[in-house]
T-cell receptor, first 114, second 115 residues
Framework: EPEVTQTPSHQVTQMGQEVILRCVPI?????FYWYRQILGQKVEFLVS????????KSEIFDDQFSVERPDGSNFTLKIRSTKLEDSAMYFCASSEGQWLNEQFFGPGTRLTVL | AQSVTQLDSHVSVSEGTPVLLRCNYSSSYSPSLFWYVQHPNKGLQLLLK??????LVKGINGFEAEFKKSETSFHLTKPSAHMSDAAEYFCVVSDLGAAGNKLTFGGGTRVLVKP
């Protein structure tokens, strides 16, 4: 069964460093998403991406964040200069279409900023 | 704006007894509602979804949920819990037509199943 994969499973970084979180969505999916969950808090939407551009982004997704689909398979989230409060579990998701289509989630990357 | 409240952060049941996970939502438009489950070290898996068809929705692994517009609720039930049901469950809303198809999550309910 096709699934969304994410690497690494756990990333530890120093404050101020750049990190790139990687995701491989399901191959025939066209819509891609990032969510995050800070420990003890709700899963929050960050950004959606379609046709090589951002469809929507939340207020969390400021200039420190960027997304890219560098080739036909990967979907990346970059945090330019990490802060302590960026420590969270980051989930990638993909869907075939919009709205009524299920979003398939990856297992997450746990980011720890020291 | 859309929001979701899961009324219980933890639920403990005995194997073979019913499970009830409560969820209330608010939505400006016609909502789509989902329940996702997350087992340890796994991604979020869709259990079931409501998209304005039948109000009683059946999902995988014997779970079902009933959409009640008058109560703005979408509670998840299962008649008989199994040990493998121990996981965290998320109630999720998406406004039909909302830009970007973003999902709004509840806080999650962690289910413990006792033998």
């Amino acid at each position: 069964e096709p699934e969304v994969t994410q690497t690494p499973s756990h990333q530890v970084t120093q404050m101020g460093q750049e990190v790139i979180l990687r995701c491989v969505p399901i191959s025939n999916h066209l819509y891609f998403y990032w969510y995050r969950q800070i420990l003890g808090q709700k899963v929050e939407f960050l950004v959606s991406f379609y046709n090589n551009e951002i469809s929507e982004k939340s207020e969390i997704f400021d200039d420190q964040f960027s997304v890219e689909r560098p080739d036909g398979s990967n979907f990346t989230l970059k945090i330019r200069s990490t802060k302590l409060e960026d420590s969270a579990m980051y989930f990638c998701a993909s869907s075939e279409g919009q709205w009524l289509n299920e979003q398939f989630f990856g297992p997450g990357t746990r980011l720890t900023v020291l | 704006a859309q929001s979701v409240t899961q009324l219980d952060s933890h639920v403990s049941v005995s194997e073979g007894t019913p499970v009830l996970l409560r969820c209330n939502y608010s939505s400006s438009y016609s909502p789509s509602l989902f329940w996702y489950v997350q087992h340890p070290n796994k991604g979020l898996q869709l259990l079931l979804k409501y998209t304005s068809a039948a109000t009683l929705v059946k999902g995988i692994n014997g779970f079902e949920a009933e959409f009640k517009k008058s109560e703005t609720s979408f509670h998840l039930t299962k008649p008989s819990a199994h040990m493998s049901d121990a996981a965290e469950y998320f109630c999720v809303v998406s406004d039909l037509g909302a830009a970007g198809n973003k999902l709004t999550f509840g806080g999650g309910t962690r289910v413990l199943v006792k033998p």
